[in-house]
């Protein structure tokens, strides 16, 4: 595949999901409606102790199934901190379905990855599916998580 072909399909990716980021516990959009031609992939962030400041989330997303890649920042620019107990929610077209691959990476005020977690999830088409992805501290010594 040439490297044209691939951010076609990088690009074709990120337009079909659309994300939306509520800074609170339990929050996302109130309640579990699913519109008619979306799926909705909830993602719930939990903050391990230790874990610096974030100020935005890295979420790097994969759908095998079609061999596509997305990288979203939520919010879209840096904002105060976030919370453990964020959610994040994927809006997907119902066109799409199969596995989602997702990494999590926590950055600084200076958009410097702080934190890292990573999860799998099949996508409940035209429904609801909730995740919930720990963000580790990073480390260099190798008793972390890389970044």
Same mark, same amino acid.
Not at 54 to 81: C, E, K, W
Not at 109 to 121: E, H, K
């Given at each position: 595949m040439t490297t044209k072909a691939k951010g076609m399909k990088a690009r074709s990716l990120t337009a079909t999901l659309a994300m939306l980021m509520v800074l609170g516990a339990g929050a996302c959009g109130g309640g579990d409606a699913v519109a008619d031609d979306e799926?909705?992939?909830?993602?719930?962030?939990?903050?391990?102790?230790?874990?610096?400041?974030?100020? /935005?989330?890295? *979420? %790097?997303?994969?759908? $095998?199934?079609?061999?596509?890649?997305?990288?979203?920042?939520?919010?879209? +620019?840096?904002?105060?901190?976030?919370?453990?107990?964020?959610?994040?929610a994927l809006l997907i077209p119902t066109t799409r379905s199969g596995l989602l691959d997702l990494v999590l990476f926590g950055l600084?005020?200076? /958009?410097?990855? *702080? %934190?890292?977690?990573? $999860?799998?999830?099949?996508?409940?088409?035209?429904?609801?599916?909730?995740? +919930?992805?720990?963000l580790s501290a990073c480390s260099s010594s190798g008793s972390g998580p890389g970044c």
């Open positions: 799926s909705v992939v909830v993602i719930h962030v939990n903050i391990e102790a230790g874990v610096p400041e974030l100020r /935005q989330i890295h *979420v %790097a997303a994969h759908l $095998g199934s079609a061999g596509m890649d997305a990288n979203l920042y939520f919010p879209t +620019t840096p904002q105060g901190p976030i919370a453990s107990g964020a959610t994040l600084d005020a200076g /958009q410097n990855p *702080v %934190a890292r977690g990573n $999860g799998q999830t099949m996508i409940t088409v035209g429904g609801r599916v909730d995740k +919930t992805i720990s």
